[in-house]
């Protein structure tokens, strides 16, 4: 089955810098992403999908760059601030009728320091 | 809006205890899904529904059942509570086709003493 592989497990910013967090998966029909965020003691809220080949997705404050070819998907904090710390986890999900087989990351705890 | 809860919120067992973890989703999604989350582990499948009337096993099954008596509920259940069990358990619902995001509950804290 998909295997998916997230990194860091933790890291620690200051504010301002920019933060990566990376996640390869090994199914070459994985095909739709996902980036979730988990503030502390709370649930988990879609950030960003992406479907399609190579795409570089905007959000506010962030970017998310697919590459099928390498099999990476990475989440781009373009300059963090505090209300940014949370843990991320990618998921990827597989073109499947009737279960939805989506795969998580272990997740990346993010700090980010005043 | 998405809307997926559970109930209870913060749980207490005792070991060998049946605990009944309740989920509802006004979604009208297909799908339906239990993970526990346990650091070191992220989010790890027990049971899954594609709709009313059906469990599927995921990937940590043993020693919980699931019930999904309505497309709005589903159930986890622990007949025989053990400390191991102690962990946050989160409810998804998802549409039924794939590419689709999953819909995450606030989360059950469960404590097995």
């Known amino acids: 089955g998909e295997q998916v592989e997230q990194r860091p497990p933790h890291l620690s910013v200051r504010e301002g810098d920019s933060a990566v967090i990376t996640c390869t998966y090994t199914?070459?029909?994985?095909?739709?992403f996902f980036w979730y965020k988990q503030e502390p003691g709370a649930s988990l809220q879609l950030l960003m999908k992406?479907?399609?080949?190579?795409e570089i997705n905007e959000g506010q404050g962030f970017t998310v760059l697919l590459n099928k070819k390498d099999k990476r998907l990475s989440l781009n904090l373009t300059a963090a601030h505090p209300g940014d710390s949370a843990a991320y986890f990618c998921?990827?999900?597989?073109?499947?009728?009737?279960?939805?087989?989506?795969?998580f990351g272990k997740g990346t705890s993010l700090t980010v320091i005043p | 809006e998405a809307a997926v809860t559970q109930s209870p919120r913060n749980k207490v067992a005792v070991t060998g205890g049946k605990v009944t973890l309740s989920c509802n989703q006004t979604?009208?999604?297909?799908?339906m899904y239990w993970y526990r989350q346990d650091t070191g582990h992220g989010l790890r499948l027990i049971h899954y529904?594609?709709?009313?009337?059906?469990?599927e096993k995921g990937d940590i099954p043993d020693g919980y059942k699931a019930s999904r008596p309505s497309q709005e509920n589903f159930s986890l259940i622990l007949e025989l509570a053990t400390p191991s069990q102690t962990s946050v358990y989160f409810c998804?619902?998802?549409?039924?086709?794939?590419?689709?995001?999953?819909?995450f509950g606030p989360g059950t804290r469960l404590t097995v003493l």
């Open positions: 998804a619902s998802g549409d039924r086709l794939g590419g689709r995001e999953q819909y």
């Open positions: 199914d070459p029909n994985s095909y739709y």
């Open positions: 992406v479907f399609s080949s190579t």
């Open positions: 998921a990827v999900s597989a073109e499947n009728t009737g279960y939805q087989n989506f795969y």
């Open positions: 979604n009208n999604h297909n799908n």
């Open positions: 529904s594609y709709g009313a009337g059906s469990t």
